[in-house]
């Protein structure tokens, strides 16, 4: 821990007023009588091991402000303003650092505001080729591979991987309707992607999977370029508590458009809706809490490839990030980064969240949590839905809770191609 700094004293205030009428549907945040009155800020270094991009060094932090126990919104926010900052770079190529705001009930009215300042680069992407030919087990030069490292001990290190740098900008605009618990959403990424590819830089074979692809018409989008995204979308929001939930149901439905007309490289579309829900099947007895989320998402035929991993739902009208898919730490724990790309993607998450013990340290409030999970997913060609040819992982987490509203996430996942060790900030849903 870097810093760990209280901003003002978490006594009991006299009660607060009558929240507006505005949040009358929404619920108080339990074990409010613990959220830390003002504001605190919590500093990490960031010392992780993901199988997707190796050994990552790195600082985040957040400087995050609640408010006074007399704010009558105080019990109806995970925070009012949270400030975050972080820089990370791995051995296998990846960096990431990012700025970023979110502001609730803006001016104590009904506006939620985010915004991300990020510049992300990566030279070893993973690329698997699009569509349901993905699920078949990874091959080269036709013959088929039954784990990811014999595919890469058979391929060489670059063919299954192209390089990329991202900058980019987002911002997102929210209204809540129905005493909060419905929410619209206005957005818009601007994003420069400049494209890597390995072609003839192996010993193993002249061209890489991608570029093979983008031979034969198969992966659109290989020279990169930019991606602006404008996004509108709607949210049902029963949810006690957002960082971490014990009981309620978020669903939601995202619309993304890019047009050449304000700036891309390519037009397409995008659709994706998602259900979370949140269940404390026996809250006197233990906190556990049973969470699931199912997705689907949608996308024209012109979308590039490198677009083409985005779930806009993932994150959604919740976050002003999108999440990319299928694999990796936020959908399919256990398979690499991006394993399953394609025009449809679905795929569905559980975990039986158990928090086992919460202690005071230095003045800061912290909980242990473990967490099996299972995760499941599949894309498809086209508009079509099959029970059959699902990709199947399960693992476990550990989740440390600080001051409630900052988790931080230890996952392990397998599957049976690969295995995937995690640490990241945030609830994978």
């Given at each position: 821990?870097?810093?760990?700094?209280?901003?003002?004293s978490?006594?009991?205030a006299?009660?607060?007023?009558?929240?507006?009428?505005?949040?009358?549907?929404?619920?108080?945040?339990?074990?409010v009588?613990?959220?830390?009155?003002?504001?605190?800020?919590?500093?990490?270094?960031?010392?992780?091991?993901?199988?997707?991009?190796?050994?990552?060094?790195?600082?985040?932090?957040?400087l995050?402000?609640?408010g006074?126990r007399?704010?009558?919104?105080?019990?109806?926010?995970?925070?009012?303003?949270r400030?975050?900052?972080?820089?990370?770079?791995?051995?296998?190529?990846?960096?990431?650092?990012m700025?970023?705001?979110d502001?609730?009930?803006?001016?104590?009215s009904?506006?939620?505001?985010?915004?991300?300042?990020?510049?992300?680069?990566?030279?070893?992407?993973?690329?698997?080729?699009?569509?349901?030919?993905?699920?078949?087990?990874?091959e080269?030069?036709?013959k088929s591979?039954?784990?990811?490292s014999?595919?890469?001990n058979?391929?060489?290190?670059?063919?299954f991987?192209?390089?990329?740098?991202?900058?980019?900008?987002?911002?997102?605009?929210?209204?809540?309707?129905?005493?909060g618990?419905?929410?619209?959403?206005?957005?818009?990424?601007?994003q420069?992607?400049?494209?890597?590819?390995?072609?003839?830089?192996?010993?193993?074979s002249?061209?890489?999977?991608?570029g093979a692809?983008?031979?034969?018409?198969?992966?659109?989008?290989?020279?990169?370029?930019?991606?602006?995204v404008?996004?509108?979308?709607i949210?049902?929001?029963?949810?006690?508590?957002?960082?971490?939930?014990?009981?309620?149901?978020?669903?939601?439905?995202?619309?993304?458009?890019?047009?050449?007309?304000?700036?891309s490289?390519?037009?397409?579309?995008?659709?994706?809706?998602?259900a979370?829900?949140?269940?404390?099947?026996?809250?006197?007895?233990?906190?556990?809490?049973?969470?699931?989320r199912?997705?689907?998402?949608?996308?024209?035929?012109?979308?590039?490839?490198?677009?083409?991993?985005?779930?806009?739902?993932?994150?959604?009208?919740?976050?002003?990030?999108?999440?990319?898919?299928?694999?990796?730490?936020?959908?399919?724990?256990?398979?690499?980064?991006?394993?399953?790309?394609?025009?449809?993607?679905?795929?569905?998450?559980?975990?039986?969240?158990?928090?086992?013990t919460?202690?005071?340290?230095?003045?800061?409030?912290?909980?242990?949590?473990v967490?099996?999970?299972f995760?499941?997913?599949r894309?498809?060609?086209?508009?079509?839905?099959?029970?059959?040819?699902?990709?199947?992982?399960?693992?476990a987490?550990?989740?440390?809770g600080w001051?409630?509203?900052?988790?931080?996430?230890?996952?392990?996942?397998?599957?049976r191609?690969?295995?995937?060790f995690?640490?990241?900030?945030?609830?994978?849903?």
């Amino acid at each position: 821990m870097l810093a760990i700094v209280t901003l003002a004293s978490a006594a009991q205030a006299d009660e607060a007023p009558a929240p507006p009428s505005w949040v009358s549907s929404r619920r108080r945040v339990p074990d409010v009588e613990n959220k830390v009155d003002g504001g605190f800020v919590d500093a990490l270094p960031l010392v992780a091991y993901d199988s997707n991009t190796g050994l990552g060094l790195g600082v985040g932090g957040h400087l995050t402000l609640n408010g006074s126990r007399q704010d009558p919104l105080f019990a109806y926010t995970p925070y009012r303003h949270r400030f975050s900052v972080s820089g990370y770079a791995t051995t296998g190529g990846f960096q990431q650092h990012m700025l970023s705001y979110d502001g609730i009930y803006i001016g104590d009215s009904r506006l939620r505001l985010r915004a991300v300042l990020a510049f992300e680069r990566n030279t070893n992407a993973n690329y698997f080729g699009v569509g349901e030919g993905t699920l078949a087990p990874l091959e080269f030069q036709g013959k088929s591979y039954a784990t990811y490292s014999d595919a890469v001990n058979a391929a060489g290190p670059r063919y299954f991987h192209f390089g990329y740098q991202k900058p980019q900008g987002r911002v997102t605009l929210e209204r809540g309707f129905f005493g909060g618990i419905v929410r619209t959403q206005y957005g818009l990424n601007v994003q420069r992607v400049d494209i890597t590819r390995y072609d003839g830089r192996s010993e193993f074979s002249p061209s890489t999977k991608l570029g093979a692809d983008c031979v034969s018409g198969a992966a659109l989008g290989c020279d990169g370029g930019f991606s602006n995204v404008l996004k509108s979308g709607i949210a049902l929001d029963t949810r006690d508590f957002e960082p971490d939930p014990n009981s309620g149901v978020f669903i939601d439905a995202m619309g993304q458009w890019s047009a050449k007309g304000f700036g891309s490289s390519a037009d397409y579309l995008r659709m994706t809706t998602a259900a979370r829900f949140y269940v404390s099947p026996f809250p006197k007895l233990a906190d556990v809490v049973i969470a699931t989320r199912v997705l689907y998402s949608v996308q024209s035929a012109s979308v590039p490839f490198f677009a083409m991993n985005t779930l806009a739902m993932a994150g959604g009208t919740d976050d002003a990030t999108d999440q990319t898919g299928l694999g990796g730490e936020r959908t399919l724990r256990g398979y690499r980064q991006d394993r399953f790309i394609g025009r449809v993607a679905t795929a569905a998450n559980a975990e039986i969240r158990w928090t086992f013990t919460r202690f005071a340290l230095l003045r800061q409030d912290f909980t242990l949590q473990v967490a099996p999970l299972f995760d499941a997913g599949r894309v498809f060609d086209r508009v079509a839905f099959s029970f059959s040819d699902w990709r199947l992982a399960g693992g476990a987490g550990l989740r440390v809770g600080w001051n409630q509203s900052t988790i931080v996430l230890f996952d392990f996942g397998a599957s049976r191609e690969d295995t995937g060790f995690y640490v990241d900030f945030g609830m994978p849903f």
